[in-house]
């Protein structure tokens, strides 16, 4: 049984908690989209906002949020162990409630309705998560380089 309220994005405050959220449950060297500065980027947009549930704890605590952009991506992050079959099915839910609204509102509606997200390789238990609502792998990757600052930048040629 799902313990957990659901509400919207209100203030800059559950940027805050939002932000603290990623802190917590994110390993140091992941640096997985939303980060902190993306979500600054995007909760400053008032339709990202309305699109933005927030799942807490009887006593307030935020346990996860779901952000659906613009793009018709959804993005999500949960403490862990939180998420069960039920709040999957709200996630992907609201997902699918946010891209209906976001087509009508642009007049496109049943036009390439679909949720998109993206993901690690070794986030198993996402993967996980997303075959089992239906999502299917395609063929675009991303590909993050790094380079470390311990050595001097060579003057560009």
């Known amino acids: 049984m799902n313990m957990l309220n659901q509400r919207l994005y209100e203030t800059d405050s559950d940027l805050q908690k939002m932000i603290e ?6 390993r140091a060297h992941n640096s997985d989209y939303p ?37 018709d991506n959804i993005w999500f992050e949960f403490k862990p162990g939180i998420i069960s079959g039920e709040i999957e099915k ?3 839910n609201w997902g699918e409630t946010c891209v209906r609204l976001n ?13 998109d ?18 999502f ?7 590909i993050k380089m790094v380079r470390s600052l311990h ?3 060579q003057k560009p040629e």
């Open 21 to 26: 959220l990623l802190i917590k449950v994110r």
């Open 35 to 71: 980060g902190i500065v993306d979500l600054h980027e995007m909760l400053n947009i008032p339709a990202i906002q309305k699109n933005t549930r927030l799942w807490e704890t009887p006593d307030a605590e935020l346990a996860g949020f779901t952000i659906i952009d613009l793009r």
């Open 90 to 92: 709200e996630i992907i």
């Open 103 to 115: 087509h009508e509102l642009k007049e496109n509606k049943g036009l390439n309705l679909k949720l």
């Open 117 to 134: 997200t993206n993901c690690r390789e070794d986030n198993h238990e996402r993967i996980d998560f997303l075959k089992r609502n239906g």
């Open 136 to 142: 299917l792998r395609q063929s675009i990757q991303t």
């Open 151 to 153: 050595e001097p930048i």
